[in-house]
């Protein structure tokens, strides 16, 4: 499903179009893949689990690369989630899918951070 959703969202001019700053790739390279991994779950565990009230300007666009990832993937509010994934935005997400959501924002991550390296 991960490559589904990869394929799906590179066709989209404004998903496609985020990339991870200096800052944003020095924090990767400061904390490393595992904290980010925890930051992405506690992130999306604590503002997009559930609806809530100012959905859709809960995720800052720059300062951390979950959040650059967020919009990339669109996994940065539930009004997102429901468009691309098809999960109600009145239904609250399970551990599970906080999970893949933080492994989507991960792969997200690594593929562009490595693709800057490699260049």
């Known amino acids: 499903m991960k490559n ?12 496609s179009s985020f990339k991870l700053g200096e ?4 924090i990767v390279r400061e904390k490393g893949i595992e904290v980010i991994r925890k930051h992405a ?8 689990r559930v609806m809530v009230k100012n959905d859709g300007r809960q995720t800052p666009f720059k300062g951390h690369p979950v959040f650059i990832a967020q919009h990339a993937t669109a996994t940065c509010c539930r009004s997102c989630i429901e ?11 399970s551990s599970d899918e906080v999970r ?10 690594k593929t562009d951070y490595d693709r800057y390296y490699k260049q």
Do not use: M, Q
């Not at 800052?23 to 020095?26: N, S, T, V």
């Not at 893949?100 to 991550?109: D, K, L, M, P, T």
């Open 23 to 26: 800052k944003e790739r020095g």
């Open 100 to 109: 893949y959501f933080s492994e989507v924002i991960i792969e997200w991550i």
């Open 4 to 15: 589904d959703i990869f394929s799906r969202l590179s066709r989209s001019r404004f998903r």
């Open 41 to 48: 779950f506690e992130i999306l565990d604590k503002k997009i």
């Open 83 to 93: 468009k691309w994934y098809k999960i109600s935005k009145d239904k609250a997400l």
